[in-house]
C-alpha cells in the first residue's frame, strides 16, 4: 500500500506542477474532487479495516502479555517490567500513507464542501472590473444565491435565485470554460442591450449615469472619468468608468453563438439575448474584455455572485461589501 500511496501522491504533485508551470489547463474542483474522493477512501479503509487490524494486534499483544505475567508467576519468577503503554501507542500509529491520506480526509471534506455548494474564494486578476473591484481584491462567492450545483459538472440540481441586472456574477468563460470569468449581468434572457456611444440602453430604456469626481488608478497612475450608473428600474447603482477619448466601436468581435442577434456599427453594438442566457460586461467599459466581443453567457456556466470582498493585503479599506 506504501508504493500504491507513494504513485497517487505523485500523481497529484504532478498534476498540480503541470498546471503551475502553464504545461495543462487544471481544474481545481476536479482535483478538489478527487483529492475528497481519494482520501475518503482510505478513510474507509483505515476506519474498517487498517484501525480493526491494529487495535486486533493491540488486543494480542495484551493477551500474550497477561498470559506470560501468569506463567512467570505459576513458576515464582519475577517478570520484567515492559512499557505497554508505550508498545500499545506504537502498535496502534498510523503509518506515513494512512496520515497523509485518511489523515486528511475531514480537512479535505469540509474545504470540499465549503468551496463547492457554499462560498468560493477569488482573486481578482486584472482591472475590468475598477472602480468596482479592484487588481488583487480577495473575494467571496455565494454559490448557491443561483441554486446548488454539482461540482465539476456544474449542472444545477436546486434551483434558488435567477440572476438579476446589476449582479456582479462569476462564470465559466464561454470560449475557454476552464476559465473562471467575473463581469456585471446588464442583459437577461429577452432582453435587447445596446452600447451606442458609451450609452448603455436596455430594451430602448437608457440607464441613468450621473457624473462623479474622477477615479484615481493608484496602479496606472491616471484619473478616469466616473459615472453612477442606475439599472432601469432604478434599483440598483453602481459606479463604472468610461474614457471620453476611446473610441464606441467595438473591435475584433468574435464569431460567437447566437451573433446573428448582434447588430455592431462604429457606435457600439445592439444585441438580444437569447433564452438561457445573459449579457455581462465590465464596469471598466473601455478596458473590459466581455459579452460585447465574445458573446452571451449559458445558464449553465454560472458559478455564483460575488458579494464580498475579504481581503486586500494593499489596502485593508478594501474589506467589505459591495454592489
Given at each position: 500500500?506504501?508504493?500504491l500511496?507513494?504513485?497517487v501522491?505523485?500523481?497529484?504533485?504532478?498534476?498540480g506542477?503541470a498546471?503551475?508551470?502553464?504545461h495543462?489547463?487544471?481544474?481545481f474542483?476536479?482535483?478538489?474532487?478527487?483529492?475528497?474522493?481519494?482520501?475518503?477512501?482510505y478513510?474507509l479503509?483505515?476506519?474498517?479495516?487498517f484501525?480493526?487490524?491494529?487495535?486486533?494486534?493491540?488486543?494480542?499483544?495484551?493477551?500474550?502479555?497477561?498470559?506470560?505475567?501468569a506463567?512467570?508467576?505459576?513458576?515464582?519468577?519475577?517478570?520484567?517490567?515492559?512499557?505497554?503503554?508505550?508498545?500499545k501507542?506504537?502498535?496502534?500509529?498510523?503509518?506515513?500513507?494512512?496520515d497523509?491520506?485518511?489523515g486528511?480526509?475531514?480537512?479535505?471534506?469540509?474545504?470540499?464542501?465549503?468551496?463547492s455548494?457554499?462560498?468560493?474564494?477569488?482573486?481578482i486578476?486584472?482591472?475590468?472590473?475598477?472602480p468596482?473591484?479592484?487588481?488583487?481584491d480577495?473575494?467571496?462567492?455565494?454559490?448557491?444565491?443561483?441554486?446548488?450545483?454539482?461540482?465539476?459538472?456544474?449542472?444545477?440540481?436546486?434551483d434558488?435565485?435567477s440572476?438579476?441586472?446589476?449582479?456582479?456574477m462569476?462564470?465559466?468563460?464561454?470560449?475557454?470554460?476552464?476559465l473562471?470569468?467575473?463581469?456585471?449581468?446588464?442583459g437577461l434572457?429577452?432582453?435587447e442591450v445596446?452600447?451606442?456611444?458609451?450609452?448603455?440602453?436596455?430594451n430602448g430604456k437608457?440607464?441613468?449615469?450621473?457624473?462623479?469626481?474622477?477615479?484615481?488608478?493608484?496602479?496606472?497612475?491616471?484619473?478616469?472619468?466616473?459615472?453612477?450608473?442606475?439599472?432601469?428600474?432604478?434599483?440598483?447603482?453602481y459606479r463604472i468608468?468610461?474614457?471620453?477619448?476611446?473610441?464606441?466601436?467595438?473591435?475584433a468581435?468574435?464569431?460567437f453563438?447566437f451573433?446573428?442577434?448582434?447588430?455592431?456599427?462604429?457606435?457600439g453594438?445592439?444585441c438580444?439575448?437569447?433564452?438561457g442566457?445573459y449579457?455581462?460586461m465590465?464596469?471598466?467599459?473601455?478596458?473590459?474584455?466581455?459579452?460585447r466581443?465574445w458573446?452571451?453567457?449559458?445558464?449553465?456556466?454560472?458559478?455564483?455572485k460575488a458579494?464580498?470582498?475579504?481581503?486586500?493585503?494593499?489596502?485593508?479599506?478594501?474589506?467589505?461589501s459591495?454592489?
Open positions: 500500500m506504501s508504493t500511496t507513494a504513485f501522491l505523485a500523481a497529484f504533485v504532478g498534476y506542477g498546471w503551475y508551470l502553464g495543462i489547463d487544471g481544474n474542483a476536479l482535483l478538489l474532487f478527487m483529492a475528497t474522493l481519494v482520501s475518503g477512501l478513510w479503509a483505515e476506519r474498517f479495516y484501525l480493526p487490524q491494529r487495535q486486533a494486534a493491540v488486543q494480542a499483544f495484551e493477551d500474550s502479555q497477561a498470559q506470560r505475567r506463567e512467570l508467576d505459576r513458576l515464582g519468577v519475577r517478570a520484567d517490567e515492559v512499557d505497554l503503554d508505550q508498545t501507542v506504537k502498535l496502534l500509529m498510523q503509518p506515513w500513507w494512512l497523509w491520506t485518511a486528511l480526509f475531514p480537512v479535505i471534506a469540509i474545504v470540499f464542501i465549503l468551496r455548494f457554499l462560498f468560493e474564494p477569488f482573486k486578476p486584472s482591472g475590468s472590473m475598477i468596482t473591484l479592484l487588481i488583487n480577495l473575494i467571496l462567492v455565494n454559490k448557491f444565491h443561483y441554486g446548488v450545483r454539482l461540482p465539476v459538472i456544474n449542472a444545477k440540481i436546486i434558488n435565485h440572476p438579476e441586472r446589476g449582479d456582479v462569476v462564470f465559466r468563460y464561454p470560449p475557454k470554460p476552464s473562471d470569468y467575473i463581469k456585471r449581468v446588464v434572457p429577452g432582453d445596446a452600447y451606442l456611444n458609451k450609452q448603455l440602453t436596455v437608457p440607464l441613468v449615469q450621473q457624473a462623479l469626481p474622477d477615479f484615481f488608478d493608484a496602479d496606472a497612475l491616471r484619473y478616469s472619468k466616473q459615472w453612477e450608473e442606475r439599472t432601469a428600474d432604478g434599483t440598483r447603482k468608468l468610461v474614457e471620453a477619448d476611446r473610441p464606441a466601436f467595438i473591435p468581435a468574435e464569431q453563438k451573433r446573428e442577434n448582434c447588430r455592431y456599427s462604429t457606435e453594438m445592439v438580444k439575448v437569447p433564452a442566457h449579457f455581462m465590465g464596469d471598466n467599459r473601455d478596458n473590459s474584455l466581455d459579452s466581443f458573446g452571451f453567457v449559458p445558464e449553465q456556466n454560472i458559478v455564483g458579494f464580498f470582498v475579504w481581503m486586500n493585503f494593499g489596502n485593508l479599506k478594501r474589506i467589505g459591495f454592489d
